[in-house]
Structure formats: C-alpha cells, structure tokens
C-alpha cells in the first residue's frame, strides 16, 4: 500500500461501511434470478439450490459483499465517492442503498442480446442528451429495470412522438416475452389484442419497438374482431406466450388518468404535461416481472426454477 500511495495513483476504495449492510442472498433474491430466463441467473439460482449453498442460503449466511465491487463498476450512480482524510487522490464509497445495489444487480442479470445500432454509433442515456423531466429519473429507471428496457422504451418514444403509458408498458410486455423465449430481437411473432384505437392501440409500438416485430416484416399483426385488451401473444417456433396486463394495474392507471382530467380538463396543454409525468413515473414503478398475468405452453417447456426447490416450477403467473 506504502508503494502505491507513493505512486500518486487514484484509488477508489469500494467496500460496505458496515459488513451487515450488504443484502442478504435470500430465498426471494433467488427466486426473483429465477425468472430472468438468462444463463447467468440461472447458474446462481443452481449453485445455491443444494448442497453447502442451499445450506448458506437458509442460515441467512450470504450476502452481497464483493458483489459490489461489479455492480457499482456497471451502476456508478450506486453511493458516493468520498475523499480520504490525508491521502491525496485517494476515495471511499458511502452512501450506497442497499435495495439499489439488489436492483441493479437483478437487471444486469437478465442479459438480454444487446440491441444493436443501425445509424448512431452510442445509445443516448447521458442527463445532457436527454430533456431534463426524463434525465432526472433516467438513472433510476436504468439502474432498476435494465439498458435494454431503456433503449426500448425511448425508441417506442420517440417512434410514437409522445411520452405515454401504453406504449411504455408495449416496450415492457415485449421484452418480458423475449425474456422468457430467451430470444434476441427479430426472433418473435406477436398478436396485439389492443386493437387500433388509442390509448390502448398505443401497446402496439411498444411491442414492435421491443420484439423487432414489425409491419414492415410481416411478424406481428393487430386483431380487431374482439374488444380490446392490453394483451398479446407471442409466438417462437410452435412454443407460445400470452401475456396480460394484471387488472390491478390497469385500475391504477385508470385512477391516475381520471383524476388528471379531473384537474386539468381532457385536452389542455397543463393535462398532456401531467400525463407525461405519470407516464414517467408508471414507467419506473412498474416492474416488466410482476406487471403481466402470463399463460402458455412456454412456461411448461421453460419453466423457472424454485430457490431452493429444484423440483418445483414457478407459480405460472409469468412473474407472480
């Protein structure tokens, strides 16, 4: 240490202040790796179902220590960097939220193919290269649902020239169905049940946007002899996934869109402003694992492992 101080190097120093502090690797932690349908969550959610790991696990033994260490690599807005008292150069992290860390943890850990870029050569996610509402909150909603969730949902944004909550939870629906499929983009067919009429026609750019699914291509179409539903089915080879929006969601963003035309009036400036706002907040409250009711024959042919059971399958609801 003598010699590296003396070489006048930066060192940042990435340690929990307290050992306590960390998040424990609880059965809940596993069962949420469980569902992430990537090959890196799955190992850990194995390595941890029997033997000496499933006894850790139930002696409430691990936690994330040196974890942190990557995670806060991949997620610097996790904690603060302090200098050290007399030791020029040199730093020590605090401040860091334990749930954030567990949050950026479970993203990174879905691992999804990378979308890749066709004219830009950088996706934007810098505050100066977005409009201040969204840079605001953009680190929170990366750190806690993932880059690719990201890409898609400002891709669906800016395809459908306004911030909205259908075409948020489009971009979400779609990535949850490639989740499970373990697919990259292009790979899915979908059938929209949202119709073709706004706001919940609005669905269907998210759900191109996030699956590569297009018009253009042939692979997804809009069914229009039912009513509308904030539904879809996707399609990989002869496996299939339908995915719902759960009715309790649906009642809330009901709530939320009375009560802003309650205040505001329909079509007033002050109404689409307050709609942009919630459209923001439903998009990083609302978590792609838990949002959907989800049935089909890929969640037998793929169905998650149980933290610590390693016979028994998930619930069948697609993320509870």
């Known amino acids: 240490m003598k010699r590296v101080a003396a070489a006048g190097l930066r060192v940042e120093a990435v340690a929990w202040s307290e050992t306590t502090s960390a998040p424990v690797v609880d059965a809940p932690l596993l069962d949420e790796l469980a569902l992430l349908r990537s090959a890196a969550a799955g190992l850990i959610v194995r390595l941890h179902q029997s033997g000496r790991g499933a006894e850790l696990v139930r002696a409430g033994h691990l936690r994330l220590w040196d974890d942190l260490v990557a995670v806060r690599f991949l997620n610097p807005s996790l904690g603060t960097m302090n200098p050290v008292p007399e030791q020029a150069g040199w730093s020590q992290l605090s401040g860091v939220d334990p749930a954030a860390l567990r949050r950026t943890l479970v993203a990174t850990l879905r691992m999804l193919p990378a979308r890749g870029m066709v004219i830009m050569a950088e996706f934007p996610d810098e505050?100066?290269?977005l409009l201040p509402d969204v840079a605001e909150i953009a680190p929170q909603i990366i750190a806690r649902h993932?880059?690719?969730?990201?890409?898609?949902a400002v891709l669906t944004s800016e395809l459908h020239r306004h911030l909205g909550t259908y075409s948020i939870?489009?971009?979400k629906m779609g990535l949850r169905a490639r989740e499970w499929f373990n697919v990259a983009l292009d790979e899915l067919r979908v059938e929209s049940h949202a119709g073709l009429k706004p706001p919940l026609s609005c669905l269907n750019d998210g759900l191109q946007v996030a699956t590569g699914a297009s018009l253009?291509?042939?692979t997804i179409t809009v069914l229009t002899n039912g009513p509308p539903a904030c539904e879809a089915v996707f399609r990989y080879g002869d496996a299939q996934l339908r995915l719902r929006l759960k009715p309790e969601f649906a009642r809330q963003i009901a709530s939320d869109i009375a009560e802003l035309e309650k205040r505001h009036g329909g079509t007033t400036p002050e109404y689409f402003q307050a709609v942009r706002a919630v459209s923001l907040q439903h998009w990083l409250n609302f978590d792609r694992t838990t949002l959907f009711e989800a049935k089909g024959s890929v969640l037998e042919s793929l169905r998650p492992f149980r933290a610590g059971n390693p016979s028994a399958g998930s619930s069948g609801s697609g993320g509870k």
């Open 127 to 129: 505050p100066e290269h």
């Open 146 to 152: 993932g880059l690719e969730e990201w890409k898609a």
């Open 169 to 171: 939870i489009g971009a």
């Open 216 to 218: 253009g291509r042939g």
